[in-house]
């Protein structure tokens, strides 16, 4: 017999003995099942609190647009990109950071970290949010003060004894627009009785701050009357499209989302998409370019639509001798940088400019260009500068 297979047989053997052994002792099977969960608690086990090991930990005021003006973060609102708030620490020094694309500006904390933001303890930190010109802060809390203690075992050995709240924010409910007859004023009347008067100045601009609920909005030498909604965001009247007999019939109004285009996150609209022509307009989600306007645009759902590459956008009826109204919409600009483009709105009925309207975007909140116009056969949106403009919940009506 050679030595590879005397060798091989003997540990055959061994194997085989081991084996039988390990069948017929219980106890033996046990003391190798000890010792296997032994090491594997060692995988396992619990921390040691005691231990000290305190590492940068993020601690955040969190801002949120509140849709509904009411003072509460509920599912109507959304998260407010880019919305600055400045941290004052017991020095007297300052940092200022940005809500990120899910409303949170984060400051970092450490115990006796060098290079944290917050370290010191039992010492107030003030958080204060800085709202855009003219904006509410509707949960009445823009200044928060913390202090910090020390806790044993936490990630940053530290904690806030109160943390900071979530702070909601509200633009200013404006509702402008042109007057057709550059003399007199236009009035605004609510359901509720209340009667505004706003003058008109020399180029027919005309302002109002109304309080969210319906309004009712004319001018003296005019027997028409424009129904408006005032919400969340500011309202641009467009102009009164002329030559537009009373129907009969009302046309059926419809929602366009885009969130039901979700082949892929970025996608082109294809012609026939809810009954029109579409070109140069792209469904995107709304956080996938992590630009503010494109976050803080967004009206219901998850998608936004934008113009690819800053073009012109063109939305048309899909047959020859079909017409549609264009309601409204709300618009933004897609980034910081662009912030006060203006987007330049034309509506055709055929061959024919029917109305021509601008508006000044911005990337903190959408405005509402409620257009009003009807029976045209061709809408077209373009950015002055060719920024990407950010558009959601479009509103049509049809036959």
């Known amino acids: ?6 060798f091989l047989t003997t540990v055959a053997f061994v194997a085989g003995s081991l084996f039988t052994a390990l069948m017929l002792k219980p106890e033996l099977r046990g003391w190798f099942t000890v010792e296997k969960a032994k090491a ?12 000290v090991t305190a590492s940068k930990l ?112 509200a633009p ?16 605004a009347e609510s359901q509720r009785g209340t009667k505004l008067n706003s003058s008109v100045d020399d180029n027919g601009d005309f302002a109002f701050t109304l309080a969210p609920g319906k309004w009712s909005i004319s001018q003296d030498e005019e027997e028409n009357t424009r129904q408006v909604d005032v919400g969340y965001a500011p309202i641009v009247l467009g102009t009164t499209v002329s030559g537009v007999s009373e129907r009969s019939t009302p046309r059926k109004t419809v929602t366009v989302g885009f969130d ?69 919409g709300y618009f933004s600009v897609a980034w910081h940088n662009a912030e006060g483009e203006t987007l330049h709105i034309k509506a055709w009925r055929d061959t024919e400019l029917v109305a021509e309207d601008k508006l000044t975007l911005s990337h903190l909140t959408p405005v509402y260009f409620q257009a009003d116009y009807r029976d045209i056969t061709k809408l077209q949106l373009e950015t002055e500068h060719y ?12 036959p």
């Open 172 to 187: 200013p409910p404006k509702l402008t627009g042109r007057a057709s007859v550059l003399s007199g004023s236009v009035k």
């Open 40 to 51: 594997n608690a060692a995988l396992y086990a619990p921390r040691d609190w005691n231990r």
């Open 1 to 6: 017999m050679t030595f590879q297979r005397l």
């Open 260 to 328: 039901d285009i979700d082949r892929s996150p970025i996608e082109k609209i294809a012609s026939g998409y809810a009954g029109l022509a579409w070109d140069y307009l792209l469904a995107v989600d709304n956080q996938f370019y992590k630009g503010p306007g494109y976050v803080n645009g967004l009206m219901s759902g998850s998608k936004v639509a934008y113009n690819s590459s800053g073009h012109p956008v063109s939305i048309s009826a899909l047959r020859v001798g079909e017409s549609f109204d264009f309601v409204g």
């Open 58 to 169: 993020n601690i955040s005021v969190f801002a949120f647009s509140d849709r509904n003006r009411n003072g509460l973060y509920d599912t109507a609102d959304k998260p407010l990109n880019r919305i600055a708030v400045r941290l004052t620490r017991p020095d007297g020094s300052t940092r200022i950071e940005r809500s990120n694309i899910n409303g949170f500006a984060n400051f970092s904390m450490q115990k006796e970290g060098s290079d944290a933001d917050i370290s010191q303890l039992n010492e107030a930190y003030e958080f204060e949010l800085l709202p855009p010109p003219g904006w509410e802060i509707t949960t009445s809390n823009a200044v928060q003060r913390s202090s910090f203690r020390a806790v044993r075992g936490a990630i940053s050995g530290i904690g806030a004894d109160t943390a900071p709240k979530v702070v909601g924010l």
């Open 387 to 398: 920024w990407q403009f950010v558009v959601d919940d479009l509103r049509f009506a049809f």
